[in-house]
Structures are given as C-alpha cells and as structure tokens.
C-alpha cells in the first residue's frame, strides 16, 4: 500500500489543558488557560498516543510505497524572506502551536497548526456536500480567483497527494481525498487544488492545498482552522517556501506552550532567519527520506544529571527499529521503552525526596507545592556530537496547580520516539532540507 497522509492526528480530538492555571516560575500573576468541557492532559497523552501509532504505521510502510514520491530539490537563491508568529495553542485548547496564514485571492485568514508531520496543507472549507460543524474560518474557494483544482488523472494527484481517492470519472475532474484514522475513528474529505498563500509581505503562489469540506470525529479542530505542513514532501508548505525563498531552509521557535496568552514565538524563512552559529556543538544530520515528511534524527546517548543512561544503541537507531522524530505536531514526547525507563528512573531517582501524588496518564508526579529541588539536567547528545539540554520544565512539566510530572510517554520497542513539541520549547530550530542538518539553540523565541 502507498504511503499515505499526514494529518494531524492530535487535531481530531483538541484538548485544553485543563489543569493548566499555572503560576509561571517569574512569579507573574496566574494565567488561567480556559479548559474544553472534558479535556485534559490525559487526552491530550491519549492524542499523542494515537498519533504515535499513525507516524509509527507510516514509518512500517517505508519500502512498500519507497521512492513514490520526489521531492522538489530545484532550490532557487533566497529572493526574498519571511516570518510568522506562532502561537501556544493552550489557550485555545490544543496542544499545538498556531500559525495566521492568508489563502486565496482576495486573501482569506485562517489558523493553521504548524505541523511537521504533514505533508498536505488544508483548510476547512465551505462548497461541499455538508457545511462544516466548525465555528471558525471557512474557505470559499469560489471566492477566490486563484483558486485551481488539481485534476484526479495529474501526477500530484496520483502521487503527492495523501489519501487521494482512486475515483476519476474524468481526467478533469477535482482530486479528491479522503484520510481515515482507524485510532481516532475520524475522517477528513476534499478537494486538493492549487492556491496562493500570504504570510505578511510574501506571497507564494501555486501551494498545494486541500478544500476539507467534511470531517468526522470528535471535536474537530475546534481551535484551528486546518493545517499548515511543515513536512519533508515536495508538496508541503515549508519544503515549498523554504526552496522559493529560504535557501532550503526554514526556522521556528515554539515559546513555552504556557506562556502568557500574548507572548509568541515564530516561524521563518529565508535570510532573515536569525541563522544559529553553525558549529558541532549545535547542529546533526537530519535524515530525509522523499516518501514520508517527518524529520529523523541520531541521538548518541541521554544524560541526566551528567550520567549516561544505559539505553541499547538500536532505540536511537532509525535503521534498526528506533530513531527519534522531531514534531512539532506532538505535544508530549514519547520515547521507546527501554529509553522511558531509563530517562524516568533517572529523574526520579533525583527526585525521590519529593512527595509523590497520582496524575494520570504520568508514572510520576510530584507535590510541588513547596519549593521544589532542583529538576536534575537531561542532556541529549546527537550524532555529531551536538548536545541539546532542554530547559527542567519542559520534561518535568506543569500538570496542574502545584503539581509537576515527569512528563514523557512510554512508546513500544522496537519503535520510534518522538521529540513533542513541549520538549523542544524555548528552543530555535533549524532545518536546512537542501544540507539536510537541523541546528538548534537556546532561545526566548520572543525576537
Ligand atoms: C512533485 O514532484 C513531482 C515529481 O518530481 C512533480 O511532477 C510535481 O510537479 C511536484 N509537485 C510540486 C507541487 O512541486
Ligand atoms: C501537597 O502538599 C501540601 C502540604 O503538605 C498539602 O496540603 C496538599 O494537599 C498536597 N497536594 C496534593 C495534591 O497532594
């Protein structure tokens, strides 16, 4: 079967951190992140659970479906650059980061979550057979002049887009797709066309974009409008910008997912992207493979508290069974059994003097209601012997009010772990698809 698409899972059931008031370290006044009826963290773990199954049944695939696809290479000299702001969408009750982008012509406005783990851009949009049960923004393409169909008999169609039906009753007509999720029971319908995407001052025509006129599941989206994919597919939204205009590479910075409501982070392209000094210390390879979009990287060993972790090579080895994938499009991280157990042990065994408290889906919470101990220092060291030393918080999360988890999930051996996006917070990673490296640095993300 060939590869198929990569839709934000997590998207299908949006949660609010429920437990989220959370006094912020600086000691700033409480910020109450409004909870959906019934979220919580849980869901969110269970989210990333289903998506990890999804990226997991992708990655299973590889061979079958191998050399599909092409991605684009044709890198033009950077004309031109942009950003955008990203948003935490914790406020919105997801656990993804929001991006404002402008479609069609007049342009449309939509909030799309920055995924890199699609391939496929789409909007929820208004033309088809049912109206969408969302509140939020609709695209008409009837309204817009730039508006193209791509036809079902085109290679696109038959090859780049995900889930593209077989159906053709005629060479013209529209490419139609459909993505099922058997985990969330959730489908997607439309039809892919061409468009032209404003982000500030930069217009990008001819950007592939699904039409989403149905959708079925739980809570749809209901704080994004679509997707925005940052994917390695020459279909995608950052291959396709960061070829046009970003010398092959393209940037963001994801604040803390529980910053205040008006703090953002960003997404760039092109010169502009504040370039992290190239060195060993904070640049890997990143694996690119043209028949699926997520970025692979080596990781050589994991420190806590200056100690390697006794975790067998092959967890962290894409070619034997393991790997880690960075995703912006995961909230939690998930990591390979062997590799949780070892990380867990470690932490908590520095935290032991801590009164424990039960919080699921975590296998360790604490009471941290009085001043805490010091969140013993992870350090994860990739090939080429960059290190990346995440900030306490964004392994030992905020759960809920004065509470405090190790937060990472168990994911199965063999199998992938996924680098989720509260891990890479506070961080400004860059991915240079035409170099294939990632770099990565300590950063505010507040410009
Ligand atoms: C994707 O790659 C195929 C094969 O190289 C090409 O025909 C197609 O035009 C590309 N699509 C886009 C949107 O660049
Ligand atoms: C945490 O500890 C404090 C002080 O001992 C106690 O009052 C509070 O109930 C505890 N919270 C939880 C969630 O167990």
Redesign the pocket.
């Known amino acids: 079967m060939a590869l198929h698409g990569h839709l934000l899972l997590s998207l299908l059931a949006s949660i609010a951190l429920a437990a989220a008031a959370v006094a912020r370290d600086r000691g700033t006044p409480i910020d109450l992140v409004p909870a959906a009826p019934g979220a919580s963290l849980a869901e969110r773990a269970r989210d990333d659970r289903h998506r990890h199954a999804y990226i997991t049944s992708v990655l299973a695939s590889r061979g079958g479906g191998g050399g599909r ?4 290479a044709e890198v033009t000299s950077p004309s031109s650059s942009f950003s955008m702001p990203l948003t935490s969408g914790a406020y919105s009750g997801t656990g993804q980061f929001l991006a404002r982008v402008q479609v069609g012509t007049p342009p449309q406005q939509f909030l799309l979550v920055a995924d890199t783990g699609s391939d496929l851009t789409w909007v929820k949009c208004h033309g088809g057979g049912q109206s969408p049960t969302s509140t939020g923004n609709v695209f008409r393409p009837a309204d817009s002049k730039t508006w193209a169909p791509i036809p079902c008999s085109s ?2 169609c038959k ?2 887009v995900p889930f593209s039906l077989a159906k053709c009753p005629s060479p013209t007509s529209p490419c139609t797709y459909d993505y099922k999720y058997k985990e969330a029971s959730a489908s997607a319908r439309g039809v892919a066309g061409t468009e032209t995407a404003t982000v500030g001052a930069a217009k990008l025509d ?1 950007v ?1 974009v699904g039409c989403t006129a149905t959708n079925a599941g739980e809570s749809f989206a209901s704080a994004a409008d679509g997707v925005l994919s940052l994917g390695y597919a ?2 995608s939204f950052a291959t ?1 910008a960061a070829s046009r205009l970003g010398g092959g590479r393209f940037a963001y910075c994801l604040v803390d997912h529980l910053a205040a409501r008006h703090v953002t982070g960003y997404l760039a392209f092109g010169c502009q992207t504040p370039p992290p000094k190239r060195s060993k210390s904070n640049q890997t390879p990143v694996l690119l493979d043209p028949t699926m979009p997520f970025y692979t990287v080596t990781v050589e060993s994991v420190h806590v508290a200056g100690a390697a972790l006794d975790v067998p090579g092959e967890v962290w080895d894409a070619a034997k069974g393991g790997g880690v994938i960075l995703d912006s499009g995961t909230t939690l991280t998930v990591l390979a059994a062997p590799a949780y157990k070892a990380v867990v042990a470690a932490i908590s065994e520095r935290l032991a003097g801590v009164p424990r408290v039960r919080f699921d889906p975590f296998e360790y919470c604490y009471n941290w209601t009085s001043r805490g101990p010091e969140v013993p220092k992870l350090a994860v060291r990739f090939a080429g012997s960059a290190v990346f030393e995440p900030p306490g918080k964004s392994y030992v999360i905020d759960a809920a009010p004065g509470i405090k988890c190790i937060g990472v999930q168990q994911g199965e051996w063999p199998g992938v772990s996924v680098f989720g996006n509260i891990l890479q917070q506070e961080h400004l990673w860059e991915f240079d698809l035409k170099n294939q490296w990632v770099s990565f640095m300590p950063s505010s993300c507040t410009k």
Request: proline share 0%; aromatic share 0%; hydrophobic share 40%.
């Open positions: 696809r092409r991605v684009a290679d696109t090859l780049d001819g592939v020459n279909i396709r």
